[in-house]
């Protein structure tokens, strides 16, 4: 593995910030033409998912092996809930595990191009979105449909993702989108994210309408932030819990590896990230609610019953620059250092078990969310374990404008790994780059993601959609 050399200091000048977010905010701006010159379709109000029937699990389901498909239904996907996208996509209710090794279920949203032929067989890649909430109803398989309302709109708050699936749909690929939080919002604990993930997987390789060829199928994951920490658990559970799942790569985009390490974004604009961590660890650990209730003010009581029920853009916008240290009747070290509150937290730190899959992971070295330290670590760990690991560290771009600046890079990757014959990826490499987008080939291919997000809702895609 190559040494990671010449790790600025300091903070990024406000010239280079201001450059990297209007670069983002012209990539985003595709997103609102995605769906552009279609006449909103009117469509009744959706049920939210702790209201309707089809995500709880039936009887006897426990029976069933992971990965088992025990409900499925047609479903309609828009852009802000209104403007359709021209996919064809269905909910699948599959069997999984959760955190304490008992079965559960997950909903996962798979997608395929309008047009596709269900008898040729294509690779198919989970795209885990950070959706990073602990209301079920904030989850991807219902903000993405038509007809989500309020809730949807409030709910998709990611411009990339939905760029991402116009990109990953331009290559005739299958798309599996999990639930992987799950139906109680266990967005930081550890296994389980990874499990649901690899359990849509299965689910939608048994799927007959999506036409793939079951486990031989070519897979692949996508991840960023959140999404990236649901991407490293299935990394990292895939060689004991899934190992007869044919995975090609596994990009991981600045993934939450170390959620103690969120502290450090105690009163900045990112706060709420901790009372999200916080909140999750609640809903999964009994002992941890305890534990953390004898410490917590009621006020930070009730924030974090008030976080337990949105959406990240309302806890984003409502808890900028909040001082977690005024929620707590104790400092947050001593907070840290009680036992149940101790256990937890290292739990979910990511590097104890060593993928088998490729790896490409990528991080902004001025990122302000996730600190590059956390990721540097899990490279080396994983790398001292045997994994192979591309790792590419980028100067330019912080939390908020990496999704965009580093998604041709990473397409172009997940395309070399996906391609028929493609050659194993061995050993490690560190690169240290100014952009993800310096490289030409990086921008020629974000120009064709946006164009193909413009036009591919409408029925134009400008790359072909069956190879």
Not at 226 to 251: C, D, F, H, R
Not at 342 to 349: C, D, G, L, R
Request: net charge negative; hydrophobic share 40%.
């Amino acid at each position: 593995m190559s040494v990671i050399k010449g790790d600025p200091t300091g903070r990024p000048r406000r010239g280079r910030r201001a450059i990297a977010v209007l670069v983002t905010m012209a990539f985003a701006v595709a997103t609102v033409l995605l769906a552009g010159g279609i006449t909103p379709t009117p469509a009744a109000a959706l049920p939210l998912p702790t209201e309707d029937p089809f995500y709880q699990p039936p009887e006897a389901f426990d029976a069933q092996e992971p990965g088992t498909i025990l409900r499925s239904r047609e479903v309609r996907l828009a852009v802000a809930t209104l403007l359709p996208l021209n996919v064809r996509s269905w909910q699948l209710l599959y069997r999984t595990t959760d955190l304490n090794e008992q079965p559960t279920v997950a909903v996962t949203t798979v997608i395929l191009p309008a047009g596709a032929d269900p008898n040729r067989s294509r690779p198919l890649v989970s795209l885990q979105f950070y959706y990073d909430s602990a209301s079920n109803n904030c989850s991807p398989s219902f903000v993405l449909q038509q007809g989500s309302g309020l809730p949807g709109l409030e709910g998709i708050h990611s411009q990339s993702e939905l760029i991402a699936i116009a990109a990953l749909i331009s290559q005739g690929w299958a798309i599996s989108v999990p639930d992987y939080e799950g139906l109680n919002g266990h967005l930081t604990v550890p296994r389980e994210p990874g499990y649901m993930t690899l359990d849509g997987i299965r689910a939608a390789q048994r799927f007959q309408p999506l036409g793939l060829d079951g486990a031989n199928t070519p897979v692949a994951m996508w991840g960023y932030s959140g999404g990236g920490m649901g991407s490293g658990w299935a990394a990292e559970m895939q060689p004991t819990y899934a190992p007869e799942l044919n995975v090609k790569g596994i990009a991981l985009g600045a993934p939450t590896s170390d959620v103690v390490s969120l502290l450090h974004v105690n009163g900045s604009m990112f706060s709420s990230l901790i009372g999200i961590g916080i909140s999750s660890l609640r809903n999964a650990y009994p002992k941890f609610k305890e534990a953390s209730d004898r410490y917590l003010t009621a006020e930070g009581k009730a924030l974090m019953d008030r976080t337990n029920q949105q959406c990240l853009p309302r806890n984003a916008l409502s808890q900028m620059f909040i001082d977690y240290g005024r929620m707590l009747t104790i400092p947050i070290p001593d907070f840290l250092q009680v036992p149940e509150i101790k256990e937890a937290f290292e739990s979910t730190v990511l590097g104890r078990n060593i993928p088998t899959a490729p790896i490409f992971l990528y991080q902004g070295v001025f990122d302000e969310a996730v600190p590059v330290w956390t990721n540097d670590r899990l490279s080396q760990q994983w790398c001292a374990g045997g994994a192979s690991v591309s790792y590419k560290r980028d100067h330019l771009s912080e939390h908020l404008t990496l999704p965009s600046l580093g998604m041709a890079d990473t397409l172009n990757w997940l395309k070399s790994r996906l391609a028929p014959q493609a050659p194993d990826q061995f050993g490690c490499r560190t690169e240290n780059v100014v952009s993800m987008l310096a490289d030409f080939n990086a921008l020629l291919t974000q120009i064709e993601i946006n164009l193909n997000a413009t036009f591919g809702a409408l029925g134009f895609p400008i790359g072909p959609r069956e190879r």
